[in-house]
């Protein structure tokens, strides 16, 4: 399913912000809770064919139930990100918390650029280059009054 590019102002995107700091951080704790899970159950999956391999009782009942939960987590992380492309962000990178939002500066259609962590949008790429090309919107906080 695509979702429609919004046209983003820099104040609506600004405002967007503390709404992905909180998605961004449950996301996070959500791939951390993932991960460990699956390597708890990568051992047991280890453990599980080795008894096998030995003529040793093993109980798949658990270590499908175990997969079962593993890829209903994945499917809740997946849910997160839909959600976030709903608000016409681009997500570019889960780990950094790496957001775009198209949005037009001085007649152009450019990216605004978003870390986490950052308190608000000080950067921006243009729809050619990639986001480690990201500039200052601003040269000093006088300016941006000025600009936008």
């Known amino acids: 399913m695509k979702v429609e590019r919004r046209l983003f102002t820099l104040e609506e995107a600004n405002a967007l912000i503390p709404k992905l700091e909180a998605r961004f951080s ?10 460990k899970r699956h390597d708890e159950l990568f051992m047991h999956q280890l ?35 839909h959600e976030i492309r709903q608000w016409g962000c681009i997500l570019r990178n889960v780990n950094t918390g790496y957001v775009d939002f198209l949005g037009q ?7 605004f650029c978003w870390k986490k962590g950052e308190k608000d949008i000080q950067y921006y790429h243009s729809l050619q280059n ?3 090309d990201r500039r200052p919107l601003f040269n000093s906080k006088q300016d941006s009054r000025r600009l936008f």
Do not use: R, V
């Open 130 to 132: 990639d986001k480690s």
């Open 47 to 81: 453990l599980a064919d080795a008894e096998q391999h030995a003529n040793l009782s093993t109980q798949t009942e658990d270590l499908e139930k175990e997969i079962h939960e593993l890829e209903t987590s994945i499917l809740d992380m997946e849910k997160d990100i």
């Open 105 to 111: 500066w001085n007649g152009e259609k450019i990216y």
């Open 26 to 35: 449950h996301l996070l704790q959500k791939k951390e809770q993932y991960l």
